[in-house]
């Protein structure tokens, strides 16, 4: 999307808590090609709205954010970003199509890792770019052109796996919620982050845009990296990976794989603290997934 539709001189605006490849992908590379990049607090109208610069071509944003489930307001970040001439992208790849859709909040573009809950089973990687013919037109020219397409065995499984992702996500947004309760009430945390709690900050933003509360549970433990380690390596059932959007649950420890990349100065920035632990939670049967994050908390 960036280099399809921005140029050397061009200026993005991206949210702070984007995932940490997103990052290095416009540090190391798209300042690279001259364009100008500059982050902005995910939640900070005010932030977007000032930061906005006459060479502003695109806002970038994760709603939710991975892995702290930050939220902003599509449909009012839209409202600023087209009262000064720039686009908004957002990726949606927590909430996928069942639980949102930016382009009726007036959002101009939308990305999706169709790797995560399209495919929902962890068999292809590829990605999905939506938006309005004008802006698209450009986009499709670039893919052509570079060359990144998908074979046909992988789309087609794709299609199928959008066959089932409604009833899916309605199966996930129900695990997440039952055990975010339930990690809320454990001695052991010091806190859950799901837009589903009603202690998140953001709960009533996300019932107003959002059909379900998505599928990722982060929280912060007690004893920093060495409490969060101890936590990962006493669960059996739920498996050890950076990936998400599977039909099986996964953990993973941020700090040192999502954004291992970034500086201990960024990931501060970005809130991504070493106690942190991120659960994408499956479709398992919940009563095994609270036993096995109960073996993490008796390891603290």
Known sequence: VVMSLCSAGDHVLVSRSVFGSTISLFEKYFKRFGIEVDYVALADLSGWDAAIKANTKLLFVESPSNP?????????????AHAKGAMLVVDNCFCTPALQQPLKMGADIVVHS???????????????????????????????TAGPTLSPFNAWIFLKGLETLNLRMKAHCANAQQLAEWLEQQNGIEKVHYAGLKSHPQHELALRQQKGFGAVVSF??????????????????????????????????????????LAPQEREAAGIRDSLIRVAVGLEDVADLQADLARGLAAL
């Open 68 to 80: 702290l489930a930050e939220l902003v307001d599509i449909a009012e970040l839209a409202k600023i």
């Open 114 to 144: 169709a790797t995560k809950f399209i495919d929902g089973q962890g068999r292809c990687m590829g990605g999905v770019v939506a938006g309005r013919s004008e802006q698209m037109k450009e986009v499709v020219g670039f893919l052509r």
């Open 220 to 261: 912060e433990v007690k004893g920093g990296k060495e409490g969060a380690w101890r936590f990962i390596d006493a669960t059996r059932l739920i498996s050890i990976t950076a990936n998400l959007g599977d039909s099986k649950t996964t953990i993973t420890h941020p700090s040192t794989t999502s954004h291992g990349r």
